[in-house]
Each structure stands twice: as structure tokens, then as C-alpha cells.
């Protein structure tokens, strides 16, 4: 089922699945495994060289010497344009620091360099967008519409399970993003689209 607001045409399994990010298991995988990288826009790609020496000292140097090499950004066997990889797999924004989660410290997770660079007030930038909306994908239709899925992923398990622990929907979780790539009101009618599809399953 598909529900539609405004332009944005969104799959109903984001109002109805549950999903919480829990990095204190999952340590941040999404951001190593796969074969790309994110997917991000022309305007990403300066926002990335514009903020690139306030992170540079948090990359790795094998991401360093692909940066330096092909740029921020590369082309994938799709066409679309998505961050570069290191070793075939691991985003090279990516770095690994521990992280204090409910009053312990969870060792060795993997961060975005640029998120965390924007946490500790260093940089005014967060992240490219497709990053902060996962696991929800956006798309071009070619009637100009926006498409939102759900992409499903084995290593998100245990954000799944979590979901279903604190009765969180991926519409829910994600609200920050949401309303910061399509406006307040667009986020409040989509709630509103989520209770009526309740009301009526």
C-alpha cells in the first residue's frame, strides 16, 4: 500500500514496521558493509569537500588515499552517485571510537566523521541525507514523483527488535530527518496518514 502526501509517495510498511537503531549490537555495520557507498546529491558532494579538513584527522589513511585519489564521491555500477569506499565495502568517512550508550561505554563503534564532528560543535553540517534516513530510501519516479521505501537488511535485526521493544515505527525514529528534508508540516501529516492507517487495519 501506498500512501501519498503532497508529492511524496511513501510505502506504508514505514508507518506500520517498527525500528530503533541499537549501535550498543550492531556497532554502527551500515556504515561498513555493502558493496557502495551512501547515495548523495551534487550539493552533498560540496557540503563533503567544504567541511573535508575539520574531519580528515578522524579518517583512516587507506580512506585518506582514495579521497585523494578519486575525490569524496564516485560513480556506482548504477549510475548514481555515492560516497567513495575503502576496500571495496567501507564508507571512507567512517571512523571507530568508543561510545557512552545508557551509562556504558560501547567499545570500537563505527561513526560518520561528519556526525560526529557536528556533535561536538566543530562543523555545521550533519551527514548526507540518504545516511540519516535509513533504512529508509528515497527515489525519483519518472513522473517526478518522490518515492520512500523501506529497505530491509539483514544486519538491522537487531534495530527491528528493538523497535518492537519500545513500540517505535521507522516514521517515528526517523522524524528528525524527516522533517529536515521534507518540512514540519509534511512530518505532521505523514502522523496523521499513520494513525488513519491504524484506525482502518
Given at each position: 500500500?501506498?500512501?501519498?502526501?503532497?508529492?511524496?509517495?511513501?510505502?506504508?510498511?514505514?508507518?506500520?514496521?517498527?525500528?530503533?537503531?541499537?549501535l550498543?549490537?550492531?556497532?554502527?555495520?551500515?556504515?561498513?558493509?555493502?558493496?557502495?557507498?551512501?547515495?548523495?546529491?551534487?550539493?552533498?558532494?560540496?557540503?563533503?569537500?567544504?567541511?573535508?579538513?575539520?574531519?580528515?584527522?578522524?579518517?583512516?589513511?587507506?580512506?585518506?588515499?582514495?579521497?585523494?585519489?578519486?575525490?569524496?564521491?564516485?560513480?556506482?555500477?548504477?549510475?548514481?552517485?555515492?560516497?567513495?569506499?575503502v576496500?571495496g565495502?567501507?564508507?571512507?568517512?567512517?571512523?571507530?571510537?568508543?561510545?557512552?550508550?545508557?551509562?556504558?561505554?560501547?567499545?570500537?563503534?563505527?561513526?560518520?566523521?561528519?556526525?560526529?564532528?557536528?556533535?561536538?560543535?566543530?562543523?555545521?553540517?550533519?551527514?548526507?541525507?540518504?545516511?540519516?534516513?535509513?533504512?529508509?530510501?528515497?527515489?525519483?519516479?519518472?513522473?517526478?514523483?518522490?518515492?520512500?521505501?523501506?529497505?530491509?537488511?539483514?544486519?538491522?535485526?537487531?534495530?527491528?527488535?528493538?523497535?518492537?521493544?519500545?513500540?517505535?515505527?521507522?516514521?517515528?525514529?526517523?522524524?528528525?530527518?524527516?522533517?529536515?528534508?521534507?518540512?514540519?508540516?509534511?512530518?505532521?501529516?505523514?502522523?496523521?496518514?499513520?494513525?488513519?492507517?491504524?484506525?482502518?487495519?
Open positions: 500500500m501506498i500512501v501519498q502526501i503532497d508529492n511524496v509517495l511513501v510505502s506504508s510498511d514505514i508507518l506500520t514496521e517498527y525500528f530503533c537503531c541499537d550498543a549490537k550492531c556497532k554502527g555495520i551500515c556504515c561498513i558493509e555493502g558493496d557502495a557507498g551512501a547515495p548523495i546529491t551534487l550539493e552533498e558532494i560540496d557540503k563533503l569537500e567544504e567541511n573535508l579538513d575539520a574531519v580528515k584527522h578522524d579518517m583512516s589513511i587507506p580512506a585518506r588515499l582514495v579521497v585523494e585519489a578519486q575525490g569524496v564521491a564516485c560513480t556506482d555500477k548504477d549510475g548514481d552517485l555515492v560516497t567513495s569506499i576496500n565495502k567501507d564508507c571512507v568517512f567512517t571512523c571507530y571510537d568508543d561510545v557512552k550508550i545508557n551509562d556504558e561505554t560501547v567499545e570500537n563503534c563505527c561513526l560518520c566523521v561528519f556526525e560526529k564532528a557536528f556533535r561536538c560543535g566543530k562543523i555545521k553540517w550533519q551527514k548526507p541525507l540518504s545516511c540519516a534516513l535509513y533504512p529508509i530510501r528515497e527515489s525519483t519516479l519518472s513522473n517526478g514523483l518522490t518515492a520512500l521505501a523501506y529497505h530491509r537488511w539483514h544486519v538491522c535485526k537487531d534495530a527491528v527488535e528493538k523497535g518492537k521493544e519500545l513500540d517505535i515505527r521507522i516514521y517515528q525514529f526517523l522524524k528528525e530527518p524527516l522533517i529536515r528534508r521534507f518540512g514540519e508540516e509534511w512530518y505532521e501529516a505523514l502522523c496523521v496518514a499513520a494513525i488513519q492507517l491504524k484506525i482502518e487495519n
